[in-house]
């Protein structure tokens, strides 16, 4: 149909429904299909953060850290706030910080409605610095940091919009938040 498989893009949630869609995609069009970004909403959003990191608050070879390294790096952020993990379990508590990263609320923007909503915002804070300390991004970052990448300079934008003039999105009804304004 004259795209140029440079411009398209095409995402979606798992490893698996993008190693399916690269093959139907290779089969339909052949060596056509070089070209075309396809990939999870993650994968995706890794590689942009790494080309544009110059203009981000961690350098290009961040590390991802897994859901245990989470769970262990929200018990040191518990830690050193003096707060008793058996009351703020660090599952729950990384559940929230999850939840407010796919609604793309930053640490400073987290709401306070409770006295627990005041102590995960603080935890939040601290456990955000531990990971810019180390270099380190979880999942949900690698979404959050390009939304806000994209967000906050117009010419990193315009360059990807020109670049993906196509975006297909397997399951788009499934979208949250930030995947949503990553597309939009």
Same mark, same amino acid.
């Given at each position: ?64 850290? =897994?859901? @245990? %390294? ?7 952020? $518990? &830690? ?6 058996? *009351? #703020? ?24 409605q409770n006295y627990r909503d ?19 991004? =979880?999942? @949900? %970052? ?7 990448? $994209? &967000? ?6 315009? *360059? #990807? ?24």
């Amino acid at each position: 149909m004259g795209v140029r498989p440079y411009h398209i893009l095409a995402v979606t949630f798992t490893n698996k429904a993008a190693r399916e869609m690269e093959s139907r995609v290779t089969d339909l069009l052949g060596e056509a299909a070089q070209g075309v970004t396809l990939g999870t909403f993650h994968a995706i959003c890794a590689k942009i953060l790494r080309r544009e990191a110059e203009h981000l608050p961690f350098d290009s070879n961040f590390v991802i850290f =897994d859901a @245990d %390294d989470q769970e262990k790096l929200v018990k040191l952020a $518990l &830690e050193d706030l003096n707060l008793d993990e058996k *009351r #703020y379990r660090p599952q729950s508590v990384h559940g929230s910080i999850s939840a407010a990263k796919n609604e793309l609320v930053l640490p400073d923007d987290y709401p306070i409605q409770n006295y627990r909503d005041e102590v995960v915002k603080r935890i939040y804070v601290r456990y955000q610095q531990m990971l810019l300390t180390n270099n380190a991004l =979880d999942f @949900d %970052d690698l979404l959050l940091w390009t939304a806000v990448l $994209l &967000e906050q300079n117009p010419t990193v934008r315009e *360059r #990807y919009a020109r670049r993906y003039e196509h975006v297909l999105v397997d399951e788009f009804q499934d979208t949250n938040m930030a995947q949503y304004t990553l597309l939009k």
